[in-house]
Structures are given as C-alpha cells and as structure tokens.
C-alpha cells in the first residue's frame, strides 16, 4: 500500500511539473495622432529585437550608484522593429470616424494574428497627450497592448 502511495505521489510530482510552464511576454504600441489636417504619423509598432533590460539597469543604495556598467544609452535602441501604418484622428474636417474604424480594423487584424500564434491579450495600457489649447494643434493616443504566451 505504501509502495502504491508513493508512486502516486511521485506520478502526481511528474504531473504538476509538466504543466509548470514559463511565460513570455510581448507589448504591441499603437500611437494615433491627434494633430490636424492629417499632418501627424499614426503607427503600430512591435519590436523585433528582444532585449535584455539587466543590460541597463544600475542599482542604487543609499543614494550611491552601484558600478555601472559599460553600456551606453544608444544601446538601449532596438534595431529590427515592424511599423504598421495608422491612419490620424483628424482629417481637414475634424475628427474623422473612418479613419478611427480603418485604425481599429487595422488593430483586429494585428491582435487577431498574434492569438492565431498562440498570443493572449493580458493587459491594454493606455494615455493621451491631447492639444492643449490655442496654438498648439499637437497631442497623441498611445495605448500599449500587453499579450503573453506560455513557452
């Protein structure tokens, strides 16, 4: 009895380590312009250059930097990215709704061809830097789509 206890607990072990699987995570931006008269660039952008953010990283205690380390800034920049063009809020006329259901199909179709890889949303991020009043005609919507996927 104790023999078939002990194997199932072993069994059980095999089990629960085979399913323990690790995630990877991939953030997808789309930035749509918010400038008149169709005078701004609207993307989607994804990066294709994976990363390694301990590279940058410097710790700091009690106010003193650790050694830092031999990596400069313009390292920080990836190489290989995908644009995918967007078109802008504003047309001539103002806001401009079919430019908006162009962007979102343009949107679907990107987020539908990342689950069909095996990607699933997790979180949707997103922030406007919007004209801030007379003169100043700029701003833009930025919203980052966060997927992961078990490897």
């Known amino acids: 009895?104790?023999?078939?206890?002990?194997?199932?607990?072993?069994?059980?072990?095999?089990?629960?380590?085979?399913?323990?699987q690790s995630i990877k995570y991939k953030v997808i931006t789309s930035i749509e312009?918010?400038?008149?008269?169709?005078?701004?660039?609207?993307?989607?952008?994804?990066?294709?250059?994976p990363m390694d953010a301990q590279k940058f990283t410097t710790e700091r205690t009690n106010g003193k930097k650790s050694k830092q380390k031999d990596v400069k800034r313009k390292d920080a920049k990836v190489d290989r990215f995908a644009e995918t063009k967007l078109l802008n809020f504003y047309s001539i006329a103002g806001i401009n709704f079919q430019n908006i259901a162009s962007n979102?199909?343009?949107?679907?179709?990107?987020?539908?061809?990342?689950?069909?890889?095996?990607?699933?949303?997790?979180?949707?991020?997103?922030?406007?830097e919007s004209d801030s009043g007379k003169g100043d005609g700029k701003g833009i919507f930025i919203t980052r789509y966060i997927f992961k996927k078990q490897i």
């Open 1 to 20: 009895m104790k023999k078939v206890l002990v194997l199932a607990i072993i069994a059980l072990a095999f089990v629960f380590e085979s399913n323990a």
């Open 33 to 49: 312009s918010i400038v008149p008269m169709g005078l701004g660039r609207s993307r989607i952008i994804e990066e294709k250059n």
């Open 104 to 128: 979102d199909a343009l949107l679907s179709s990107k987020m539908n061809t990342l689950v069909s890889e095996g990607w699933e949303l997790a979180f949707v991020n997103s922030a406007v």
